[in-house]
């Protein structure tokens, strides 16, 4: 049980600092949850609360499979944008959209983000609160934590997510989310949770698994501390001009609206785009062929949440079909 491993496990922090990102070799797993426990009973969690949480845990190999799978394969632009971005993702989000625009018109008051944008997140991290994951939050970042490739980041969020828990803000059964240790409706790390979570139904609690309120003022929340502009756009599709450099495009290329206008550059929809003197950048996710964007600040807001060009895209793109 927990409280003999806490006996037999009080390992030093010098020894395990010796032992580097290679100690899951030569740690057993009940030693380092006694080494955990004895940390975060010195950070102000519980015995109680700790035997409830780490009693019984083992490593958990399904996670430890999802961790190295995941490097293992890349999409396309065409593949990630149509895996994503289905009719019925869309549809979905129209109605929820409609069902809750009460609710995200209070989050849009209090934190100055478009509900669509709030929506387009919500309906990608968990297909609008349907599916937030089976693990055991807990129980994969100690596997995580363990394991060593990436001690540190996860022993990090390991702890963080103990204290979500000696708060109050969820039972230690209900704390689920992803392999990596992504929970709730918004998927926050724990370490995001602290920082960004929100009780916005006022109950007392921050609770991103079954509380919409807090969910989506939680995901709002972020975004406006990441510094969302709510009014300006996240970008749009564009269509370059004959003879356009691909070179000029990427991320690093950041000119005035205005520049890009001036080259040709024009919305592919037929809309004016305003010289505006915001920044600005073309993306070419699919390569010179493929399709264009011009991408304004908040584009790289919504990068915040995933550093990633595709899911950027994708959460624009979206937001513009939900709403």
Do not use: C
């Amino acid at each position: 049980m927990l409280n003999r491993r806490f006996l037999l496990g009080q390992i030093t922090a010098a020894s395990l600092l010796a032992a580097g990102p290679a100690r899951a070799a030569s740690i057993s797993f009940e030693s380092f949850l006694a080494d955990v426990a004895a940390e975060a009973q010195r950070g102000g969690v519980s015995p109680a609360l700790l035997q409830r949480a780490l009693a019984s845990l083992k490593p958990n190999d399904k996670v430890l499979e999802l961790d190295r799978r995941q490097a293992e394969f890349t999409l396309s632009w065409e593949q990630y944008r149509d895996g994503r971005l289905s009719q019925q993702r869309v549809d979905r989000g129209r109605q929820a959209f409609a069902d809750n625009r009460a609710l995200l018109d209070q989050v849009a008051e209090r934190f100055q983000v478009s509900p669509r944008i709030v929506v387009a997140i919500w309906g990608l991290e968990t297909n609008y609160g349907g599916f937030t994951g089976n693990f055991r939050t807990v129980e994969a970042l100690a596997t995580l934590a363990w394991d060593g490739r990436r001690s540190a980041f996860f022993r990090r969020e390991l702890m963080a997510a103990l204290r979500i828990l000696q708060a109050g803000h969820v039972a230690p059964e209900r704390m689920r989310g992803s392999h990596a240790g992504a929970m709730g409706q918004p998927q926050f790390m724990p370490t995001s949770f602290e920082a960004m979570a929100v009780d916005f139904d006022g109950d007392g609690r921050r609770d991103i698994w079954d509380s919409r309120a807090d969910a989506l003022g939680s995901i709002a929340n972020y975004m406006a501390r990441n510094g969302w502009r709510e009014e300006e756009r996240w970008g749009r599709e564009v269509l370059l001009p004959e003879g356009f450099d691909p070179a000029q495009a990427g991320r690093a290329t950041v000119r005035p609206l205005r520049a890009w206008l001036e080259l040709g550059v024009a919305a592919a929809n037929g809309s004016t785009l305003p010289p505006l003197e915001m920044e600005a950048s073309i993306l070419l996710p699919g390569g010179p062929n493929g399709q264009a964007f011009v991408i304004y600040p908040n584009f790289h807001v919504i990068r915040r949440y995933n550093p990633s060009d595709y899911y950027a895209l994708v959460i624009g793109l979206l937001s513009d079909r939900v709403a």
